[in-house]
């Protein structure tokens, strides 16, 4: 369907009521899409009864089926109005073409009506804005931790040089990560929460997680609770189901799965301004540090990219980490400036 040419919607009006509640659902309407769902408002009251029934259907499957997914209940929404009987649409601001023949206080009252219903268009275009879901992107500086609560009283915290956009959904909460690293504590509520890193989709059952956007592959950990992770949006294929204390690498090319022998808690070093790593890459270590300093370190070569450490320091001390490197003997290390160079010897 294109919702800027309303007169080519299909369905009864009652349909119509529920495809402009779903676009309405999906994001902030364009200027053209925002004066056709006006105009197509302003038509008839048929219309705005129609609309304010599929918010109305919205609440009540909502709140019947808490567990169900956005699709199945769409599919519900569209079934309701698909049921509903096709309704004479009566334009709003016709002029008045009724017969003699009908009583003038049928005819109060049909005008009465008309005239509520005008003002509820008035109104709902007046409100339109806060019965939009909102996207909102909020991000932590270079060196900066910065904790969140959202709408729904999930609390995050964001990793330094980290960036999430929110979606606070009629019948979900989407988060995608876009950079860096986020940890989720999840408030309760009936809307499913589902984290987006790529083509990866982490589905919260009531937890606290961590969740790494990283050069090679996307590292989640369970703190408390459980979360599915899925790959892919209209083919979606469930890669794992991890428990309290789990944690795990996904590669962002292949999708595949590895678990990491770590306790779940060292993922949340970052918050008390720690990097720790356990048989890591170089390259995935010098990202972290590079999110909190101002001296940035670089790889030279591949093989010193690939090389693995073990350790924790202080993710604002690049002077320890320099003298990490140094002193290990597969690694050449040189300063310039703000630039750490590190070379395979």
């Given at each position: 369907?294109?919702?800027?040419?309303?007169?080519?919607?299909?369905?009864?009006?009652?349909?119509?009521?529920?495809?402009?509640?779903?676009?309405?659902?999906?994001?902030?309407?364009?200027?053209?899409?925002?004066?056709?769902?006006?105009?197509?408002?302003?038509?008839?009251?048929?219309?705005?009864?129609?609309?304010?029934?599929?918010?109305?259907?919205?609440?009540?499957?909502?709140?019947?089926?808490?567990?169900?997914?956005?699709?199945?209940?769409?599919?519900?929404?569209?079934?309701?109005?698909?049921?509903?009987?096709?309704?004479?649409?009566?334009?709003?601001?016709?002029?008045?073409?009724?017969?003699?023949?009908?009583?003038?206080?049928?005819?109060?009252?049909?005008?009465?009506?008309?005239?509520?219903?005008?003002?509820?268009?008035?109104?709902?275009?007046?409100?339109?804005?806060?019965?939009?879901?909102?996207?909102?992107?909020?991000?932590a500086g270079h060196g900066e931790l910065r904790e969140l609560v959202l709408a729904d009283r999930t609390e995050v915290r964001l990793n330094a040089d980290s960036a999430i956009?929110?979606?606070?959904?009629?019948?979900?909460?989407?988060?995608?990560?876009?950079?860096?690293?986020?940890?989720?504590?999840?408030?309760?509520?009936?809307?499913?929460?589902?984290?987006?890193?790529?083509?990866?989709?982490?589905?919260?059952?009531?937890?606290?997680?961590?969740?790494?956007?990283?050069?090679?592959?996307?590292?989640?950990?369970?703190?408390?609770?459980?979360?599915?992770?899925?790959?892919?949006?209209?083919?979606?294929?469930?890669?794992?189901?991890?428990?309290?204390?789990?944690?795990?690498?996904?590669?962002?090319d292949t999708g595949a799965v590895q678990p990491l022998d770590m306790p779940a808690s060292m993922l949340l070093?970052?918050?008390?301004?720690?990097?720790?790593?356990?048989?890591?890459?170089?390259?995935?270590?010098?990202?972290?540090?590079?999110?909190?300093?101002?001296?940035?370190?670089?790889?030279?070569?591949?093989?010193?990219?690939?090389?693995?450490?073990?350790?924790?320091?202080?993710?604002?001390?690049?002077?320890?980490?320099?003298?990490?490197?140094?002193?290990?003997?597969?690694?050449?290390?040189?300063?310039?400036?703000?630039?750490?160079?590190?070379?395979?010897?």
């Open positions: 369907m294109n919702p800027d040419i309303t007169d080519c919607m299909d369905g009864s009006v009652a349909e119509q009521g529920v495809q402009w509640f779903l676009i309405n659902r999906d994001g902030a309407l364009s200027d053209v899409q925002r004066r056709a769902f006006l105009a197509w408002l302003r038509r008839s009251p048929e219309h705005v009864r129609a609309y304010l029934r599929a918010l109305d259907l919205h609440r009540q499957v909502g709140e019947a089926m808490p567990a169900a997914s956005s699709d199945l209940l769409e599919g519900m929404l569209m079934e309701a109005g698909a049921r509903r009987p096709t309704a004479k649409v009566v334009p709003l601001f016709a002029r008045n073409a009724a017969s003699s023949a009908v009583p003038a206080r049928r005819g109060r009252r049909r005008w009465a009506a008309l005239a509520a219903a005008a003002c509820l268009v008035l109104v709902l275009g007046a409100s339109l804005s806060r019965l939009w879901p909102q996207e909102q992107v909020l991000a956009r929110v979606r606070m959904g009629w019948l979900d909460r989407r988060v995608e990560l876009l950079r860096g690293e986020a940890s989720f504590d999840v408030a309760p509520d009936r809307r499913a929460f589902e984290v987006q890193v790529g083509e990866l989709r982490v589905r919260d059952i009531g937890t606290v997680f961590d969740v790494s956007r990283r050069l090679q592959n996307t590292r989640i950990g369970v703190v408390s609770g459980e979360v599915e992770v899925w790959r892919g949006d209209s083919d979606q294929q469930r890669l794992a189901s991890l428990i309290a204390g789990r944690v795990v690498l996904v590669d962002n070093d970052w918050q008390h301004r720690k990097v720790s790593f356990l048989d890591e890459r170089l390259d995935e270590v010098a990202a972290a540090f590079n999110r909190h300093n101002r001296v940035q370190v670089v790889i030279e070569d591949d093989a010193a990219a690939a090389m693995r450490l073990s350790g924790s320091l202080d993710a604002d001390r690049i002077v320890a980490l320099q003298a990490f490197l140094a002193r290990d003997p597969r690694f050449k290390v040189q300063r310039r400036g703000d630039t750490v160079h590190v070379h395979s010897r």
